[in-house]
């Protein structure tokens, strides 16, 4: 089993920088990819940005891709969200899920806010 814990939301003002942070536990080593998710309210939750273990990464083209970028801490267990030029739309709950060996998943850590005001 692998667990993940988000944290490093907050409050910034359009245009700013926030970097989230998504740390795994447990048996870290069945990890192939880190997913971001996000969800607005009233709506659904959203592909946000993935990073594999190969280094590859995809992002969500219409809302994200160029302000966003994922990356892993080297040498640890942590997953970031750096996010610049933040936008109002970009308010959220932010969840991170980690992709095992087999196709399971972690499932959801209990998110962290980020609020972007104009």
């Known amino acids: 089993q692998v667990q993940v814990v988000e944290s490093g939301g907050g409050s910034a003002q359009a245009g700013g920088s926030l970097t989230l942070s998504c740390a795994a536990s447990?048996?870290?080593?069945?990890?192939?990819?880190m997913d971001w998710f996000r969800q607005a309210p009233g709506k659904e939750r959203e592909f946000v940005a993935r990073?594999?273990?190969?280094?590859?990464?995809?992002y969500n083209d219409n809302s994200v891709k160029g302000r966003f970028t994922i990356f892993r801490e080297n040498g640890k267990n942590t997953w970031k969200l750096q996010m610049n030029s933040l936008k109002p739309e970009d308010t959220a709950i932010y969840y991170c899920?980690?992709?095992?060996?087999?196709?399971?998943?972690?499932?959801w850590g209990q998110g962290t806010q980020v609020t972007v005001s104009s």
């Open positions: 990073l594999t273990w190969g280094g590859d990464t995809i």
């Open positions: 447990g048996r870290t080593f069945t990890i192939i990819a």
């Open positions: 899920q980690a992709i095992l060996q087999g196709g399971s998943n972690s499932g």
